[in-house]
Each structure stands twice: as C-alpha cells, then as structure tokens.
C-alpha cells in the first residue's frame, strides 16, 4: 500500500521542507490484535494444564464449586481461573507436637501444654507426639476454617480428659499403653463425627516426668524396685519351671509304684482265693482226710520243734510209755 504524501515550497533562497508522513492506524491495531492474541494464547497454554505427584490429590473448583479430584499424573483445566486447582498432600504423615517443639537440634519445652493433673491430684508433665493424615482433601480444604487446629485442640482437650481421671503411678509408669490407646479411641470417634478430613493415625507419649527433682527420684525408685520385683519373679519361674517337670517324674513313679504294688496285691488275692477253692473242692471229696492233715499243719505251726507220734494202730488200747524218744532210738 503506497503511503500519501504532501508536499510543499518554500519561497526562493529558502530549503525546501521534508514531507510529512501519515500513519495507517488500521495497520497497528491488526498488529495489537495479534500481539494480544498471542500472550493470550500463551497465558492459555500455561493455565490450562497442571501437574500432581504421587504424594497428592488435587482439588479442582469450577467457578468456586468442588467439581473434581484428581490423583497423580498430567491433567487439563478451563484456562484463565474458571478453574481453579488446590494440591493436598494426602499420602504424608504429618505430626503435631504437645508439650514441646523440635527445630532441627533444638528441643524447646512448651509447659502450658504439657503440664497436667492427674486424678488422684498430682502434677505431671507430659509431652505428646500425634500422627495424622489427610483422607478427604475436600473436606479438609473446605469443611472447616484451619482443620490442624482443630485436631490440635481436640487431642489436648481428649488428653487431659484421660489423664485428669488417670493416677500418677499409670502417667509415670505401667498405664501409659492404656492412656494412649484411650486418646486415640476418644479422638478418632470425635473426627468421624466433625468430618474435617483428618485422619488419626498414631498417638504417643514421648515423655512424662515429676515437675521437681525429688519427685523424679522417688518415681525413679519406685521403678527401679518393680524392675528388681519382676526380675525375681521371672527367676521364680524359671526355678518354678525347672522343678515342675522333676516333681512330675517324681510322682509319675509313685503312681507306677503304687500300680504295681495294687496289682501284685490282686493277684496274691486271686492266687489265694484259688488255693481255698481248690482245699475246698478236696474237703468235699473228702473232709476227713482234709480235717487231719489240717490238723496236723496247724499243731506243726502252733508247737514248731516238738516230736509228734501218731498212733495208727487204730486201737485204744495201745499203751503210751514215756519216754517215748529212747524206745524209739533202741527200736531204730
């Protein structure tokens, strides 16, 4: 397109002026145009896609309502904030720390939180480690104004509950198991109810302790003397255990002796009442003979020793001559 162009004359002996140039405005607003559709497509190209990793969920809104979840990997969006994009860590244990705070090496102790009171009215002071985790990203984004927070003050609320109806001996000692357990239930079973997002997943003592010296030693002690109570008690179960099996042997061989003995008694018994039955069965065939000859058993065992002499002769009038040894010798 060919420009327009004006000239004009000076008077004689004066230098000619340069011709003035005529901008086409229709020109420079195609080239805005364009200038301005290319950083739009441009800023399209760069709000239209996103990314989430592997340890996330992204929460994607659409004119400010929930109309998404998506998990790891590339996706696509409206471009220019129609749709807007939250990413939530929701495959990471987060912690929450009661009682005391940890800065890189740095241990800071946080008494206001810590200090408690226990049910049979003693102070302690108790330091807490909580793990939680996000499980519903939209809840959590949404359903509450600041949900760790909130979990904070429900654990800190839930622990002194526990721990005011706990005594001293169970804080500082053996019940620390039960009191976590306890907390966890109680915070767990409130969560479900709020719905917030948040998931429990671990509660632990990390320290309890007497809040003055004296008080640490006396519990100290006292541990220490049921450390050396249950030591002798499993000794006296080993010696307990070594003993039982030589008293099971010890009586095993009782109870064989004493069989043996019943039975060898039966059968004395047996062999007896045998030798009766068969005396008796000879007695009926004959009781006569049977009588004499128990007789004569008898007299043997009343008068051991004494020479008998049994008249045979059948006849009462046999006169005896006494004494009877020397006839019997010369006879002989």
């Known amino acids: 397109?060919?420009?327009?162009?004006?000239?004009?004359?000076?008077?004689q002996g004066s230098k000619p002026k340069k011709p003035k140039k005529t901008i086409n405005f229709q020109l420079k607003g195609r080239h805005v145009l364009l200038a301005v559709l290319a950083v739009v497509l441009v800023m399209a190209a760069m709000t239209c896609w996103y990314t989430v990793d592997d340890k996330q969920q992204a929460v994607v809104t659409t004119f400010g309502k929930?109309?998404?979840?998506?998990?790891?990997?590339?996706?696509?969006?409206?471009?220019?904030?129609?749709?807007?994009?939250?990413?939530?860590?929701?495959?990471?244990?987060?912690?929450?720390?009661?009682?005391?705070?940890?800065?890189?090496?740095?241990?800071?102790?946080?008494?206001?939180?810590?200090?408690?009171?226990?049910?049979?009215?003693?102070i302690v002071n108790v330091d807490?480690?909580?793990?939680?985790?996000?499980?519903?990203?939209?809840?959590?984004?949404?359903?509450?104004?600041?949900?760790?927070?909130i979990l904070r003050n429900l654990i800190q609320s839930q622990i002194r509950n526990v721990v005011g109806s706990s005594s001293v001996d169970s804080v500082l000692t053996d019940g620390k198991e039960n009191i976590q357990a306890q907390v966890k239930d109680l915070v767990t079973e409130i969560l479900m109810e709020y719905d917030i997002g948040?998931?429990?997943?671990?509660?632990?003592?990390?320290?309890?302790?007497?809040?003055?010296?004296?008080?640490?030693?006396?519990?100290?002690?006292v541990e220490t003397a049921k450390q050396n109570a249950e030591a002798v008690v499993n000794q006296a179960k080993?010696?307990?255990?070594?003993?039982?099996?030589?008293?099971?042997?010890?009586?095993?061989?009782?109870i064989q002796n004493a069989e043996y003995l019943r039975q060898k008694r039966i059968n004395e018994a047996k062999e007896q009442v045998a030798m009766f039955t068969a005396m008796y069965e000879q007695y009926a065939l004959n009781p006569e003979i049977t009588k004499s000859r128990m007789y004569y058993e008898a007299i043997s065992e009343i008068l051991p020793g004494v020479k008998l002499f049994i008249n045979t002769s059948g006849s009462d009038d046999v006169q005896m001559?006494?004494?009877?040894?020397?006839?019997?010798?010369?006879?002989g």
Do not use: C
């Not at 397109?1 to 008077?11: A, I």
């Open 238 to 254: 080993a010696y307990e255990n070594a003993q039982i099996p030589a008293a099971q042997a010890q009586a095993d061989k009782l």
């Open 66 to 122: 929930v109309t998404d979840i998506t998990g790891a990997g590339v996706h696509f969006k409206l471009p220019f904030g129609i749709q807007q994009v939250q990413k939530v860590d929701v495959n990471v244990y987060q912690k929450i720390e009661l009682g005391y705070t940890t800065t890189g090496n740095s241990y800071l102790v946080n008494e206001d939180e810590s200090t408690m009171i226990t049910g049979d009215y003693n």
């Open 198 to 221: 948040l998931t429990l997943v671990d509660v632990r003592i990390q320290d309890a302790e007497p809040p003055t010296q004296e008080v640490i030693e006396a519990f100290k002690a």
């Open 128 to 149: 807490f480690f909580v793990e939680y985790r996000i499980s519903n990203p939209e809840r959590y984004l949404y359903a509450s104004s600041d949900a760790e927070l």
């Open 321 to 331: 001559l006494l004494p009877l040894e020397s006839l019997v010798d010369n006879a």
């Open 1 to 11: 397109m060919e420009e327009n162009t004006t000239y004009s004359w000076s008077p």
